[in-house]
C-alpha cells in the first residue's frame, strides 16, 4: 500500500513526535522498529525495515569506485537509524539527525507519505519547498509521466 498524505507533528525537546498511525500501521505493522535516514532537501525519510534492506540491496548494485557514490553511501549509512516506537507511537531523533534537517526542537514538523517512505520536514522548510516547486507542477507531472 502506498504512504500518502501529510500531518503536521509538534516536536518536543527530547526531539520526540509521533508516528500517525496511518504510517504505523504500513511501515511497522508486526514490529515498532523503522530506520530514519538522511533524505534530500534536508528532509529525512522514514523506511519499513523491509524497505530499508530493499534500498540496500540497489545501493550494492551500483558502482562504489565512484567518489560521489562513496560519499553518499558513508553519509547515508551513518547518519541512519534503527529507532523503536514508544508505546504512545512516538520516536526520539538523534541530534545528528536533527542537525542535518535544520530541525528546531519545540517546533513543527511535517510527516509526508511519498509511495515506500515518508519524509520528515521542518515545517518551514517544507512551506518554503511547496512555494518554490508547487508553480511548476503540471510541468513536473508531465515530465513524471513521459
Not at 52 to 59: A, T, V
Not at 70 to 76: A, K, S
Not at 84 to 92: A, H, K, N, P, Y
Request: glycine share 4%; hydrophobic share 35%; aromatic share 10%.
Amino acid at each position: 500500500m502506498a504512504l500518502t498524505g501529510s500531518y503536521g507533528r509538534s516536536f518536543d525537546e527530547k526531539h520526540r513526535f509521533a508516528l500517525p498511525k496511518k504510517f504505523r500501521e504500513i511501515l511497522c505493522p508486526t514490529e515498532s522498529e523503522i530506520v530514519i535516514a538522511p533524505g534530500t532537501e534536508t528532509s529525512l525519510s522514514i523506511y519499513s525495515l523491509t524497505e530499508f534492506e530493499r534500498i540496500g540491496q540497489k545501493l550494492t548494485e551500483k558502482s562504489t569506485n565512484r567518489r560521489e557514490t562513496l560519499t553518499y553511501l558513508r553519509i547515508f549509512y551513518s547518519q541512519a537509524e534503527h529507532l523503536t516506537l514508544d508505546s504512545q507511537g512516538r520516536v526520539r531523533l538523534p541530534e545528528r539527525l536533527v542537525k542535518f534537517a535544520q530541525m528546531k526542537p519545540k517546533g513543527e514538523l511535517m510527516l509526508l507519505g511519498v509511495h515506500d517512505h515518508c519524509e520528515i520536514w521542518d515545517r518551514e522548510l517544507w512551506d518554503q519547498f511547496l512555494q518554490r516547486h508547487a508553480a511548476d507542477f503540471d510541468d513536473m507531472a508531465t515530465q513524471a509521466f513521459e
